[in-house]
């Protein structure tokens, strides 16, 4: 099947080109900061984790979404999510695949990678981090594949796949419990000090992702001759809808114990975030802009007029992807760090080779994406045409 990527019109080409123009430019910054060290970054002593690890935390988010898809289908046998079942487990894949290179970018010396490896701890989060994800990849890739021959080739898939179908369902909520657990496992980091970290984190991937994966099921439907099916979407935008509703909520349990509390050590990276503290605040702009566009996608999605025409529907899924980005990114990642343990406010601004790099990871991610579905549609489309 992998002959299929290599069939393509001039539009399919040239994404590839583009994609591959972005991974090259990144690719060269990254030679950069390998020679000259994580110095040309933002981050330093005070902010340790910044734009990569924000990349990665919310992309966690986004593979473990593939469940949402998986579950209902499999389990519940929800017949309209057969069309983009496979679509959910190679956005999973590129995520995962993305979320690996994030990690592998932000480390100083990237061959160290391998000691979680040659020398594994138990004992620490980070090892079981590595084990979920990669694990996660693996599932991903054998299902997604698997099922997709064998509906090329006409026949049910073989048995000793649904073992790992069913494991796949809990081991996407795994992936991002146990990176929860990253932030939630340091005690002298106030914002992540929370029982609901772990939930936050699963409320806001059932919303980011299936928003994602409806944003490219309308793509696929526009640019080719495969449609996803409408009753899908629509489904996938009801989950989206009360996710989105959990995760403010969540958010809101999180402003109510900071504040009734008056623990200033929980107050303050929530007044940083939102209105500034010692005269600093440059993330001030980017938390208001995710709160108006949560506000905007929850009036959309929660009116069922709106949500169900599909421009207001883009709209809408539109917002929840940027401002969950936003929020559970950059927002969730530096807003830990600060004030520091001297209460002392270091501000995080990425630089310009920070910023390519990340970019260069992302069409990575794409790249994998768009030859992935462009056999799956490709598979669907001739499976379809045989049909008919």
């Given amino acids: 099947m992998i002959d299929k990527a290599l069939i393509g019109g001039k539009k399919y080409y040239g994404l590839i080109a583009v994609l591959l123009g972005v991974i090259g430019v990144g690719f060269l910054c990254y030679l950069w900061q390998f020679f000259h060290g994580l110095g040309i970054t933002g981050m330093g002593r005070d902010v340790s984790w910044g734009l990569y690890i924000a990349q990665f935390t919310f992309l966690v988010g986004v593979a473990a979404s593939a469940v949402m898809v998986v579950?209902?289908?499999?389990?519940?046998?929800?017949?309209?999510?057969?069309?983009?079942?496979?679509?959910?487990?190679?956005?999973?894949?590129?995520?995962?695949?993305?979320?690996?290179?994030?990690?592998?970018?932000?480390?100083?010396?990237?061959?160290?990678?391998?000691?979680?490896?040659?020398?594994?701890?138990?004992?620490?989060?980070?090892?079981?981090?590595?084990?979920?994800?990669?694990?996660?990849?693996?599932?991903?890739?054998?299902?997604?594949?698997?099922?997709?021959?064998?509906?090329?080739?006409?026949?049910?898939?073989?048995k000793w796949i649904k073992p790992f179908v069913y494991l796949s369902i809990p081991w996407a909520v795994s992936i991002h419990t146990v990176t929860a657990f990253l932030y939630a496992g340091l005690p002298g980091r106030h914002l992540w000090l929370t029982a609901i970290m772990a939930a936050r984190f699963i409320a806001s991937a059932f919303a980011s992702g299936p928003s994602l994966l409806i944003i490219l099921c309308l793509i696929v439907r526009k640019t080719t001759r495969f449609d996803p099916g409408k009753e899908a979407v629509q489904t996938l935008a009801k989950i989206v809808t009360y996710a989105m509703i959990i995760n403010l909520f969540f958010l809101g349990l999180e402003f109510f114990t900071a504040f009734y509390s008056r623990i200033p050590g929980h107050m303050q990276p929530l007044v940083y975030l939102y209105a500034g503290l010692e005269g600093h605040g440059v993330l001030i702009p980017w938390m208001w802009t995710s709160t108006a566009l949560a506000a905007l996608s929850l009036v959309l999605l929660v009116n069922p007029v709106t949500r169900r025409h599909e421009s207001v529907l883009v709209v809408a899924v539109v917002s929840v992807f940027f401002s969950t980005w936003i929020d559970k990114g950059m927002g969730l990642v530096v807003g830990g760090f600060i004030p520091n343990p001297l209460e002392e406010v270091v501000e995080y601004v990425p630089t310009l080779p920070e910023v390519l790099i990340t970019l260069g990871v992302w069409a990575i991610g794409f790249l994998i994406l768009t030859i992935l579905f462009k056999i799956a549609i490709t598979v669907k489309e001739g499976v379809e045409e045989a049909g008919a």
């Fill in 71 to 158: 579950l209902p289908y499999y389990l519940h046998n929800y017949k309209a999510f057969g069309r983009i079942t496979v679509l959910g487990e190679f956005l999973a894949i590129s995520s995962v695949a993305m979320c690996m290179l994030f990690i592998f970018v932000d480390m100083g010396q990237p061959l160290r990678v391998l000691n979680v490896l040659l020398h594994p701890t138990p004992n620490s989060v980070m090892f079981w981090d590595m084990l979920v994800l990669s694990g996660y990849l693996a599932l991903n890739i054998l299902i997604g594949w698997i099922s997709l021959d064998c509906e090329r080739k006409g026949v049910a898939p073989p």
